[in-house]
């Protein structure tokens, strides 16, 4: 069962220092990609920070990146690397984040990061229905990313770390800033994170807190994990709650404007609610909101595909060039229920860097999916898809807005 994306990228000449990232418009895959996969899939650009790198296209060569250890995620905020953009955390976090190892805190993590925990399923199914309940109260128009992606994901993140609901739009505020891709630091990042720090700090002791802040909390008490401050297990809460929000909602609401502006798909699932799963896989493998590409430093002198990488510079893996590459998904720009590799995409990573949570997306996105086409299956946008504002300066290719409106909204637990 498939339907078609319609997007066909012209060519691009010449073999000049191309600037990186390229368009930050979701609603289409930037011009340069395919003549760039097919004709130079290792190619050199110039980064936000001014910096020189490798930009790798192609599905092949973007794997050997993701699952070669001489290239390294870590090493890519070391001091005097070449750079994406200016780091937003601070580098004593960074330094920080290093020491926070350990068999408790991993088994802690994951154990969070389990859509299976008891309770998770049935509290997303209660918050997205709750969501889309206030959607249904005010009425059309409604900015679907603002509304209920964020807040969704949001309210997720706090279930995960055990704090209080109440907490996240405080740390919600912060994201605007903490995911800016600038040259030169940000000012305003370092407030954020450091008010963000000190609240965390204070929930570690909070008696009403629970879930993974509970159980980082109680490693305090381990000799194992004497050299851990206050402030490196709060660490792990505020990274936690950013990057998880942020990829969630921002995965949730570009995965909305594929299907939104692809009615044959919101349809069909619409119809047939078995394809969500199936339907969730191809949205991630189509999805555009990695706008940046996934940084690696090279520890070594690397061959990769026609280009010498030299060690210590930088590789940066562009995931909707290996997602679209046809030498991996046979006519990438279908979107294809049936297609049998879907999951091979690199929308959650690779490598040893592969996402923990990918479980845990895939459910917080299907439930989410589900509620929408539940009680509000006419939903469409409420604007041409020209006039959504796309932002830019941000690590997350992502609408400023995402206005929507409907008909005939039904009521839980009405016939589909």
Same mark, same amino acid.
């Given at each position: 069962?498939?339907?078609?994306?319609?997007?066909?990228?012209?060519?691009?000449?010449?073999?000049?220092?191309?600037?990186?990232?390229?368009?930050?418009?979701?609603? *289409?895959?930037?011009?340069?990609?395919?003549?760039?996969?097919?004709?130079?899939?290792?190619?050199?650009?110039?980064?936000?920070?001014?910096?020189?790198?490798?930009?790798?296209?192609?599905?092949?060569?973007?794997?050997?990146?993701?699952?070669?250890?001489? !290239?390294?995620?870590?090493?890519?905020? #070391?001091?005097?690397?070449?750079?994406?953009?200016?780091?937003?955390?601070?580098?004593?976090?960074?330094?920080?984040?290093?020491?926070?190892?350990?068999?408790?805190?991993?088994?802690?993590?994951?154990?969070?990061?389990?859509?299976?925990?008891?309770?998770?399923?049935?509290?997303?199914?209660?918050?997205?229905?709750?969501?889309?309940?206030?959607?249904?109260?005010?009425?059309?128009?409604?900015?679907?990313?603002? #509304?209920?992606?964020?807040?969704?994901?949001?309210?997720?993140?706090?279930?995960?770390?055990?704090?209080?609901?109440?907490?996240?739009?405080?740390?919600?505020?912060?994201?605007?800033?903490?995911?800016?891709?600038? #040259?030169?630091?940000?000012?305003?990042?370092?407030?954020?994170?450091?008010?963000?720090?000190?609240?965390?700090?204070?929930?570690?002791?909070?008696?009403?807190?629970?879930?993974?802040?509970?159980?980082?909390?109680?490693?305090?008490?381990?000799?194992?994990?004497?050299?851990?401050?206050?402030?490196?297990?709060?660490?792990?809460?505020?990274?936690?709650?950013?990057?998880?929000?942020?990829?969630?909602?921002?995965?949730?609401?570009?995965?909305?404007?594929?299907?939104?502006?692809?009615?044959?798909?919101?349809?069909?699932?619409?119809? *047939?609610?078995?394809?969500?799963?199936?339907?969730?896989?191809?949205?991630?493998?189509?999805?555009?909101?990695?706008?940046?590409?996934?940084?690696?430093?090279?520890?070594?002198?690397?061959?990769?595909?026609?280009?010498?990488?030299?060690?210590?510079?930088?590789?940066?893996?562009?995931?909707?060039?290996?997602? !679209?590459?046809?030498?991996?998904?046979?006519?990438?720009?279908?979107?294809?229920?049936?297609?049998?590799?879907?999951?091979?995409?690199?929308?959650?990573?690779?490598?040893?860097?592969?996402?923990?949570?990918?479980?845990?997306?895939?459910?917080?996105?299907?439930? #989410?999916?589900?509620?929408?086409?539940?009680?509000?299956?006419?939903?469409?946008?409420?604007?041409?898809?020209?006039?959504?504002?796309?932002?830019?300066?941000?690590?997350?290719?992502?609408?400023?807005?995402?206005?929507?409106?409907?008909?005939?909204?039904?009521?839980?637990?009405?016939?589909?």
């Amino acid at each position: 069962m498939t339907t078609t994306t319609n997007s066909r990228p012209p060519a691009v000449g010449g073999h000049d220092l191309l600037d990186f990232p390229f368009s930050r418009d979701g609603s *289409r895959l930037p011009d340069e990609l395919a003549q760039l996969r097919a004709a130079t899939p290792v190619r050199r650009v110039r980064t936000i920070a001014g910096d020189e790198a490798w930009l790798v296209s192609s599905y092949r060569l973007c794997k050997q990146v993701l699952t070669d250890d001489r !290239f390294s995620l870590k090493d890519t905020s #070391a001091p005097g690397a070449p750079r994406q953009y200016a780091l937003t955390i601070p580098p004593e976090v960074v330094n920080n984040m290093g020491n926070i190892t350990g068999a408790g805190l991993r088994r802690a993590v994951m154990k969070a990061l389990n859509p299976k925990t008891p309770g998770l399923v049935q509290w997303l199914r209660q918050e997205a229905g709750r969501l889309v309940d206030r959607l249904v109260e005010d009425g059309p128009t409604a900015d679907l990313r603002g #509304a209920f992606c964020e807040p969704y994901s949001a309210g997720l993140h706090c279930r995960i770390l055990g704090i209080p609901q109440s907490e996240g739009p405080a740390f919600l505020r912060s994201l605007d800033i903490a995911f800016m891709n600038s #040259a030169c630091p940000i000012a305003g990042a370092k407030v954020n994170w450091d008010r963000d720090i000190a609240r965390m700090t204070v929930l570690l002791d909070d008696p009403s807190t629970a879930g993974l802040m509970a159980e980082l909390a109680a490693l305090r008490d381990d000799p194992d994990y004497a050299h851990l401050s206050d402030e490196m297990l709060a660490t792990v809460g505020v990274t936690m709650f950013g990057a998880g929000t942020v990829s969630t909602s921002g995965f949730l609401t570009m995965a909305l404007v594929h299907l939104l502006t692809h009615r044959t798909t919101w349809d069909l699932l619409r119809e *047939r609610r078995d394809l969500v799963d199936a339907g969730v896989e191809e949205l991630l493998r189509v999805n555009l909101s990695i706008g940046d590409a996934l940084p690696r430093l090279a520890l070594a002198d690397v061959r990769l595909g026609d280009v010498d990488v030299k060690r210590g510079e930088l590789v940066l893996v562009l995931v909707e060039g290996a997602n !679209f590459d046809p030498e991996a998904f046979p006519d990438p720009h279908r979107f294809d229920l049936d297609r049998a590799n879907a999951a091979d995409h690199f929308s959650f990573g690779g490598g040893s860097h592969y996402c923990p949570a990918t479980a845990l997306g895939r459910v917080h996105a299907r439930i #989410a999916l589900e509620a929408l086409l539940d009680r509000l299956p006419d939903l469409e946008l409420a604007v041409p898809v020209s006039q959504l504002v796309w932002r830019t300066g941000f690590m997350k290719r992502i609408p400023e807005r995402l206005p929507v409106m409907w008909q005939e909204p039904r009521s839980p637990g009405s016939a589909r």
